[in-house]
């Protein structure tokens, strides 16, 4: 089991910055895969970007560039450090952690954290 906590959000106006962090309830080291994805209103939940146990890490070509995801293990946690940020950036989102055990993928979603960007 792993308990995931998004904290970071708010309101900030188009360029700011902002940065989300997702603390774990068990060491991430022990974790296969970290992930941030966001949902806006209406919307599909969407990939924003990925992170390996190898520390490889991927973006969506829509926050490449502007966002940077970052691990400290240290601390079991992870960041989302999200900079000029655009309204269309605005949606609630939500740190993923998945544990593979033998063949089998678990996933864990922490509560989600809004953001909200104006224009």
């Known amino acids: 089991q792993v308990q995931l906590v998004e904290s970071g959000g708010g309101l900030v106006q188009a360029g700011g910055s902002l940065r989300l962090s997702c603390s774990a309830s068990?060491?991430?080291?022990?974790?296969?895969?970290m992930a941030w994805y966001r949902q806006g209103s209406g919307k599909e939940r969407e990939l924003v970007a990925t992170?390996?146990?190898?520390?490889?890490?991927n973006y969506v070509d829509s926050v490449r560039g502007r966002f940077t995801m970052s691990r400290d293990n240290a601390k079991n946690t992870v960041y989302l450090q999200m900079n000029n940020l655009k309204p269309e950036d605005t949606a609630v989102y939500y740190c993923?952690?998945?544990?593979?055990?033998?063949?089998?993928?678990?996933?864990?979603w922490g509560q989600g954290t809004q953001v909200t960007v104006s224009s």
């Open positions: 068990r060491s991430i080291s022990s974790i296969n895969g």
């Open positions: 992170s390996d146990s190898g520390g490889s890490i």
């Open positions: 993923k952690g998945t544990v593979l055990v033998g063949s089998v993928k678990y996933n864990y």
